[in-house]
């Protein structure tokens, strides 16, 4: 009862303010309006999914909100294909950058967007494509595609779930809306017990709330094993090499000054930048930060020794890390930081700015005291004179940040259990 009331005012809400909102973000949204040829084939789509189903198909549905959650999401269709050449893959998106960042996936049958949360929407995407299971990553909360897919009996499963520690779900105003769409999952599979206990307590009673981890591990445990001549060609063990990756001015203006510092007390210092953003027009500014030093652009550089390398080419941050003795994580002091497993997975000490509460993997790195927040310049100079520079005290952490990121290995086989069990039991057998 308590979940139709919950539908029935939010749905109240959305006939009030849909044709508003759609006005709005076509009015200020340009990567919306790309979308619009796209959202206006969907039907068309979904028809044909439909008709290519032969018997025995098995229709897996695998939301993402965007890339970041993509990614998480790889691992798990690349298990289920191998599990079972019947399983077909419907992976939709919310934002546009991660539907053109994957329009074309291989693995997938079929990537389009997720209609808008109404009413009309929603109920047209179910009738057409009634999918097996509904996949849905980390946070999803949206009431009308939560509670219709319960009506039309299809399994949802959130996986990947965390929670912050005082979520907006959990305030005693808010509670009795948000507490039936939780219940309304099948599954609420988890990154760590942390966050179980958190889901427990927002949602007790709640039939399957369990600890699995986050499948991101396993992604980037399976990147890492790729090496290539760049990372050769910037490895360099004579020397202490920091990896500013997906840095901001903000993060610049505290490790800058820092590294100054240490690379005149200790030449062994040096530093690449990988910008969040390319802006060419940046470089000069970075050269005069590092006034006295061998400071080369990356498109420039033909492999001569460098104090610091600004890398001007998108798409190897990754890679990048694996060459560091540290890594400082980006975006820490604006909306949260890059993804640190990246620099985890290489067992090399990480840092980064205190804004890390969306990521749950900083949370429980953090709870283990392995990574380090800084906050100005001075907790900058600290870390690099007491973690970084001491070549012990930077192989023991190293050590236990590469330890933690292997404990959670195998998460996407247990994912892939729980959304084809008979499988799993036949191959056991």
């Known amino acids: 009862m308590i979940r139709w009331l919950v539908l029935g005012i939010y ?29 206006f084939r969907r039907n068309r789509d979904l028809d044909r999914l439909k008709s290519r189903l032969k018997p025995g198909d098995r229709l897996i549905w ?3 909100a965007s890339m970041g959650e993509f990614e998480q999401a790889r691992p798990l269709i690349t298990s289920l294909k191998k599990q079972s050449p019947a399983v077909k893959i419907l992976a939709t998106f919310m934002s546009p950058s ?23 929407g929603v109920w047209n995407f179910y009738r057409k494509v009634r999918p097996e299971k509904g996949i849905l990553i980390r946070y999803e909360f949206w009431p009308d595609l939560i509670l219709f897919a319960r009506f039309f009996n299809i399994p949802l499963l959130l996986i990947n779930a ?38 427990n307590r927002l949602v007790p009673g709640h039939p ?27 490895s360099d063990p004579s020397r202490i090499t920091v990896i ?24 062994a210092f040096r530093l690449i930048v990988v910008p969040h953003e390319i802006h060419p027009e940046q470089f000069p500014d970075i050269q005069a930060r590092f006034p006295g030093k061998r400071v080369i652009r990356f498109s420039d550089w033909q492999g001569e020794p460098f104090d610091v390398l600004w890398v001007d080419l998108m798409g190897r941050l990754m890679k990048i890390y694996q060459a560091g003795s540290a890594a400082w994580v980006g975006g820490g002091f604006g909306f ?14 990480v840092a980064h700015g205190p804004n890390y509460h969306r990521s749950p993997e900083a949370w429980d790195l953090l709870s283990e005291k392995i990574t380090t927040v800084i906050s100005d310049g001075n907790e900058a100079a600290r870390w690099l004179s007491e973690i970084v520079e001491p070549e012990s005290v930077r192989n023991e952490t190293g050590a236990r940040t590469r330890e933690f990121v292997f404990r959670y290995q195998g998460v996407t086989g247990k994912l892939t259990g729980f959304i084809l069990p008979e499988n799993q039991s036949t191959n056991q057998s």
């Open 62 to 64: 695998i939301h993402s």
């Open 244 to 267: 500013l990756g997906s840095s901001w001015p903000e993060d610049e203006k505290r490790l800058f000054p820092a590294l100054l510092s240490a690379m005149t007390r200790n030449p």
């Open 336 to 349: 949260n930081i890059h993804n640190i497993l990246e620099p985890a997975v290489y067992g090399i000490p």
């Open 98 to 120: 991660g539907y053109e960042a994957r329009k074309n996936y291989p693995d997938a049958d079929l990537v389009q967007y997720i209609p808008l949360d109404t009413p009309w």
């Open 162 to 199: 965390s929670l912050k520690p005082d979520p907006v779900y959990a305030r005693p105003g808010v509670r009795w809306f948000f507490r039936p769409l939780f219940l309304s999952y099948s599954g609420i599979f988890t990154v760590s017990d942390l966050h179980t206990g958190r889901f």
């Open 208 to 234: 399957d709330i369990r600890t699995l981890g986050d499948s991101r591990f396993d992604q980037v445990i399976l990147r890492s094993a790729d090496s290539d001549d760049l990372v050769q060609k910037l």
């Open 11 to 39: 749905n109240l809400a959305v006939i009030v303010l849909f044709l508003p909102a759609v006005l709005i973000l076509l009015a200020a949204d340009p990567k919306f309006r790309q979308s619009l040829p796209v959202r």
